[in-house]
């Protein structure tokens, strides 16, 4: 706490003597130029922010995290590591973009103005980039490719799916509830009404006016047609069978 309060109090120190610079900054009336008034104040407060770095450094030095290190064989090949990690990447990305460097100077230079040596290493070079772009070309096209199979693969599953539910639902689905819209089934739809009507308008034509007939002997076969009637016309008794 008494770091803390120090702190406080200096950064009210600094605070008030920042005020009282500014002031002489801009109302000092001496013989020196104001260049080097400027440049005296900044220096100051230079001085004064270096020594602010300072005091709230200091209690950052005495808390656990700082103090309470362990340095055993463990924590000092861990940090080893890490530091030859670094190392190690740092040199690899500057040794790689120096060669990148040199690869692109070396292409970039005209023919004529290199050494046999260098000729021949540009020439091998620029074949095998080239090689490399013509493998790059293949490698998109064949991820297009695959992109395409794969998606007409998924689109033919969805289609599977599809079909599959729909013949499991017509399976669970009763006979009298198949629901079909071709024309020939409107056609048939309309002869079926057609047949009903006749058998019902037979049904009263044969039971019409007959207190005085003779149902034994049956001269006008109404028995037969009274038969007819007793089957009702349905599109499932003409479509199954």
């Known amino acids: 706490m008494s770091a803390f309060k120090a702190l406080r109090d200096v950064s009210n120190n600094f605070e008030n003597e920042l005020r009282k610079i500014s002031t002489e900054l801009f109302s000092a009336k001496i013989d020196e130029s104001f260049e080097e008034i400027v440049a005296k104040k900044m220096r100051d407060i230079s001085l004064f922010n270096s020594k602010l770095k300072l005091l709230q450094a200091k209690p950052l030095t005495v808390t656990p995290q700082v103090t309470e290190v362990i340095q055993d064989e463990q924590t000092t090949i861990s940090n080893y590591t890490d530091t030859v990690t670094w190392k190690v990447i740092e040199r690899q990305v500057v040794k790689t973009l120096t060669q990148t ?15 046999p040596e260098l000729l021949e290493r540009k020439e091998k070079i620029i074949d095998q980039m080239q090689k490399y772009k013509e493998i790059e070309s293949k490698h998109r096209h064949l991820e297009k490719v695959l992109q395409e199979e794969e998606d007409q693969l998924w689109h033919t599953r969805e289609m599977w799916d599809e079909t599959l539910s729909q013949l499991r639902d017509s399976e669970k689905m009763p006979q009298n509830e198949e629901q079909v819209s071709g024309s020939l089934y409107k056609k ?19 039971t019409s006016r007959t207190g005085e007939y003779d149902w034994a002997a049956d001269p006008h076969r109404r028995l037969n047609a009274l038969a007819l009637t007793r089957q009702r016309h349905t599109i499932q008794v003409y479509t199954e069978n």
């Not at 460097?101 to 050494?115: F, G, R």
């Not at 048939?188 to 044969?206: D, G, I």
């Open 188 to 206: 048939l739809q309309v002869l079926v009404n057609k047949l009903e009507q006749m058998r019902w308008l037979v049904a009263k034509l044969v």
């Open 101 to 115: 460097h040199a690869v692109k100077n070396l292409i970039t230079s005209k023919s004529k103005n290199l050494d």
